[in-house]
């Protein structure tokens, strides 16, 4: 079922007034440029199937007031309009809209924090270092942010049924999403290979979850097919609503910044919508003239599930190298990554880099960021592990602002972060990295219900921590 792209309506703007928000959206091919304006059930151009991306006319220099758009972002911030509340709807001026706000499904995401990180700055040299915190949205995960969009399109669409194949988050929030929007949700996930409290949150939001005897890459293969032969509308980030709403996370961290940009922003690459989505904002936002220059766009993986690091560095970029994925960042545990030429582009296009960083790495990061008191799953904890490299590199120069994108809550993983302070995380005795992540430690003690038992346990912490810091 094709999608209508056509929208006529009035929106309403704090204090009351009315203004026509006339939406012109069409669909454009990454690969041969080619502009429709309906799109089929696999997001791929008819001609030369490369994914397609949306479009507007009037995101363009001469449609578009820079000052005028950051005034009217700023005073939508003390509106209580449904669509203002949302940190996403507050920018539709840069979105696809609707036919009718009616059709709108919005939990409210975004409108996330954007932290500083002193003891990651002690850490690796660099003072102006920044967190903005996806997992601070409402299911958790930066998907909230292209999920409202993506549902709304299918809600106005009237599909019964929407889907996804998923590390865990995007079921997540898809399944929160469908609940709220009154449609049905069909989720495929690898057995096995997801988190529990991702998979509990599908289960509560009253998805049909089917876990596959697969990877994650099969799953999404499986699903291709499916909408090719069942109504069902696809909520994976190939579907470029997702990415639109995925764009406001670029939108909202400039306004914090009061539109003067970081010199980098750095973020986790799993099947690489996100890093394409914040690629494609921060393009349109100096296309409109809302910022001066692009910060530099760099994605981190795992070395076990790092495709896109292959890519560039084997084929320039050209040709993309698919490896069998295996990390304990199961959020990004992905060998196929969907939105690879995109995520080139946007590299590319920003003067970033793709880097790579071991398990332990990982593991000690998400537990320096959980010392900051903010905490995040293991896949965010990559994009410190990574700018650890590229300052070692010179990529990063120690003067500049950084910008870590922290795409998921801590608590959506809790088994890795009782087996990092167990110290079951790594079994096998030869562990050259244990010595490092022994001081990140904090596993809980079993003592008998005594006073003394409590008061000795705080003298011992008291000690080891004084000897610590005289080391
Ligand atoms: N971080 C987290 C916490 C994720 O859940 C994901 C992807 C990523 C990073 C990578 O983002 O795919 O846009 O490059 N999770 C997807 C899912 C694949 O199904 O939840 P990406």
Not at 205 to 213: D, F, I, N
Not at 302 to 325: F, I, P
Request: proline share 5%; with cysteine; glycine share 8%.
């Amino acid at each position: 079922m094709p999608l209508s792209v056509t929208s006529d309506r009035d929106s309403h703007e704090p204090g009351g007034q009315s203004c026509a928000l006339k939406s012109t959206f069409r669909f454009r091919c990454i690969g041969c440029g080619a502009v429709t304006s309906s799109a089929a059930q696999d997001f791929r151009c008819s001609q030369c199937n490369h994914l397609l991306e949306i479009t507007d006319p009037k995101w363009t220099s001469t449609g578009l007031d820079a000052a005028a758009l950051k005034s009217v972002w700023r005073e939508r911030r003390s509106s209580t309009a449904v669509l203002d509340l949302s940190g996403v709807w507050r920018f539709r001026e840069l979105l696809p809209v609707p036919d009718s706000e009616q059709h709108v499904v919005t939990l409210r995401e975004g409108n996330t924090p954007l932290y500083e990180l002193p003891r990651s700055s002690g850490i690796t040299g660099v003072p102006h270092l920044y967190a903005k915190h996806q997992g601070m949205n409402p299911t958790g995960s930066f998907k909230d942010t292209g999920m409202t969009v993506a549902a709304t399109f299918a809600r106005q669409a009237r599909y019964r049924w929407v889907a996804c194949a998923s590390t865990g988050n995007t079921s997540a929030s898809m399944a929160a999403y469908a609940a709220r929007g009154g449609m049905r949700s069909l989720v495929l996930v690898p057995d096995g290979k997801i988190s529990w409290s991702k998979l509990s949150q599908a289960l509560d939001y009253g998805a049909l979850t089917c876990q596959l005897r697969t990877d994650f890459d099969g799953c999404l293969r499986l699903l291709q097919e499916l909408v090719r032969c069942a109504p069902v509308y696809q909520l994976n980030s190939i579907n470029p609503f997702r990415l639109e709403g995925q764009k406001t996370l670029a939108l909202e961290l400039m306004e914090q910044f009061d539109w003067l940009p970081p010199d980098h922003i750095i973020v986790p690459g799993g099947n690489l919508g996100n890093s394409s989505a914040i690629g494609k904002a921060l393009l349109e936002m100096r296309e409109i003239g809302l910022i001066p220059r692009v910060p530099k766009l760099s994605v981190i993986q795992a070395e076990g599930a790092n495709a896109l690091v292959r890519t560039l560095r084997e084929t320039a970029g050209k040709q993309l190298v698919s490896v069998q994925a295996e990390t304990r960042a199961t959020a990004i545990r992905i060998g196929n990554p969907a939105s690879w030429e995109k995520a080139v582009k946007a590299i590319q296009a920003t003067g970033g880099a793709c880097e790579q960083v071991t398990e332990a790495e990982i593991a000690q990061s998400k537990a320096e960021i959980g010392a900051e008191g903010i905490g995040c799953e293991p896949a965010s904890a990559v994009t410190l592990a990574g700018l650890k490299k590229l300052v070692r590199q010179g990529f990063v120069k120690k003067e500049e602002t950084v910008v870590l994108v922290l795409t998921g809550n801590l608590l959506k993983d809790p088994d890795f972060t009782m087996e990092f302070h167990r110290g079951d995380l790594f079994p096998g005795a030869h562990q050259p990295e244990a010595a490092l992540l022994q001081p990140l430690r904090h596993p809980p003690v079993v003592l008998d219900a005594t006073l003394q038992a409590v008061i000795d346990t705080l003298e011992q912490a008291e000690k080891s921590d004084s000897s610590n810091s005289d080391a």
